[in-house]
């Protein structure tokens, strides 16, 4: 490696990169292979709460199939995309600034890697990532900073918000579906799509009305005890003392 070389990786290990890349990917296989046992295995417990009535529980257990699923699919991105950096290592070494066409894959990486508890490797290699562009390099795609990068997908795969009723349902459906279920979805179809309630106004109802018109004048005689002895105080700063 020339001397140039040498300036455009402080810190950065090519050689342990690549390693750690490939360790990733069988890493993915196996965890593939297992989570399609557990999402067969799941699919089954819920047809059996769908087929016992029990669909309360199931609404609450299919959305962690959706996780599941969604981290599966978001791994075998994250694949692709570490056998496309192993390839192009020595354009990477080569290069000091990330190169145009890698930056998607590399800046998936960096936003993956804390996201991705199972895949421990990616971690090394976000912070090899780190040393060859710069911590600002890897903190703009681990919080999204414009223009970083990221996989669009990868991003939706990996967020941690609810999955959506519609998405819920239509698996209930595939899961009645698949299972050869005489299942009727309209009892889960009128308590997903439930508009939420604020259950405040409901709560202090429930505390009776002397109790629920009580909360105001509480704080209406706390502020004018307050107000009192400010006035008392400014009308008097300094208080004389007993002797």
């Known amino acids: 490696m020339s001397m140039l ?17 490939k360790l990733t990917i069988p890493r993915i296989k196996l965890l593939r292979n297992r989570r399609e046992i557990q999402i067969k295995q799941m699919r089954r417990d819920i047809a059996k709460l769908l087929e016992t009535g029990q669909e309360a529980t199931a609404r609450i257990r299919v959305e962690h199939i959706i996780r599941e699923e969604n ?8 694949e692709l995309f570490s056998e496309l950096i192993a390839v192009r290592l020595p354009i990477i070494e080569s290069q000091r600034e990330c190169p145009i066409d890698l930056k998607e894959a590399i800046s998936s990486v960096c936003f993956a890697a804390p996201r991705c508890a199972d895949l421990p490797e990616l971690l ?20 999204l900073i414009p223009d970083c990068g990221v996989n669009r997908q990868l991003i939706e795969l990996l967020s941690v918000r609810a999955p959506s009723p519609e998405k819920k349902l239509k698996l209930l459906k595939e899961i009645a579906e698949e299972h050869d279920l005489d299942w009727d979805p309209a009892a889960s179809e009128a308590e997903i799509y439930k508009p939420h309630e604020d259950l405040l106004p409901q709560r202090l109802a429930s505390m009776g009305d002397d109790s629920y018109f009580s909360y105001p004048n509480l704080f209406t005689s706390q502020n004018s005890n307050v107000g009192s002895d400010a006035q008392s105080s400014t009308d008097n700063p300094f208080p004389s003392q007993g002797h």
């Open 71 to 78: 981290m599966m699919a978001a791994q075998e991105i994250l």
């Open 5 to 21: 070389d040498s300036f455009f990786n402080k810190g950065f290990k090519a050689a342990k990169c690549k390693t750690m890349l």
């Open 124 to 143: 090394q290699v976000q912070m090899l990532f780190a040393s060859k562009y710069g911590k600002e390099f890897v903190a703009a795609a681990t919080e």
